[in-house]
């Protein structure tokens, strides 16, 4: 086990990585999109066929090159958080292994952003290029974006956030208070045990409302709302703690004029 003295840089380290790492996911999935979807218009070609796309080497190599960075994320986002794995962190890493899996998945989106391989002469699902679609359209896509980024904020009031960084766990450990999960309720178990994406219809909605998708957006979309389905396992007892948990909180952020008049 490390001295604590260094457990609480690296776990802030590993924070600050994601951070920033959700900052450019913002920028990768809404802005390069929203803003950038002219200067990526691939002309004429960007209209071809999909039966002759699948013939374009142009088209099919960073299409694979870009599945292969998608599946390298979903491998380590998903190889990372089975029990198997947990406990071997855990058991060389200690309170860091919260903190060690969300640093490797930062690295891995990092990966993805930074060697994404756009196909801008590939087809085209759909793209508002006609008046007044192609001012009304990217527009209200772009209110949609910021609304879903707001609720997505806003969901992880529910959520324990510090907890979901691993910072809670090195600093109940440098203070001698245990494992936080311990003292979650059986309720909050269950939940998390069944949603590891807490913002799965807020992230749909970034991922395909956009005014041009085409075929590098498509496979981005289709691969992550894949993912996305099949770690989403809710019922209606995990939805009524949900509403629960976000109605005190809200009770609570609504009171801190009370609380300072006592």
Do not use: N
């Not at 609720?151 to 510090?162: G, N, T």
């Not at 069944?194 to 496979?219: I, K, N, Q």
């Not at 709302?225 to 509403?243: I, K, S, V």
């Amino acid at each position: 086990m490390a001295p604590a003295l260094l457990l609480v840089p690296a776990a802030l380290a590993s924070f600050i990585l994601a951070f920033g790492t959700g900052v450019e996911f913002v920028r990768f999935t809404s802005l390069r999109p929203l803003l950038g979807r002219i200067s990526e218009s691939g002309g004429p070609d960007a209209r071809q066929g999909w039966l002759a796309a699948l013939q374009d080497q142009s088209i099919l190599v960073p299409l694979v090159w870009d599945l292969g960075l998608l599946l390298l994320f979903v491998g380590q986002h998903s190889l990372m958080a089975t029990e198997t794995v947990k406990a071997w962190m855990s058991r060389y890493f200690g309170v860091l292994q919260r903190s060690l899996y969300v640093a490797c998945t930062a690295l891995a989106l990092q990966l993805v952003m930074r060697y994404w391989e756009p196909v801008p002469r590939g087809p085209v699902l759909w793209e508002a290029r006609a008046e007044p679609w192609a001012t009304w359209v990217p527009l209200l896509c772009f209110v949609l974006h910021v609304i879903s980024w707001l609720l997505i904020f806003s969901i992880l009031l529910v959520f324990d956030y510090a907890e979901l960084m691993g910072l809670k766990q090195v600093y109940y450990h440098v203070l001698g208070l245990g494992e936080p999960l311990a003292l979650k309720s059986p309720r909050a178990l269950r939940l998390f045990s069944h949603l590891r994406h807490p913002v799965c219809v807020e992230l749909l909605t970034v991922l395909w409302v956009v005014p041009t998708l085409g075929t590098d957006r498509l496979l981005l979309a289709l691969l992550l709302t894949l993912y996305l389905g099949l770690a989403h396992g809710l019922d209606q007892q995990d939805l009524r703690y949900l509403r629960a948990q976000l109605q005190r909180k809200l009770h609570l952020l609504s009171r801190p004029q009370d609380g300072a008049a006592e």
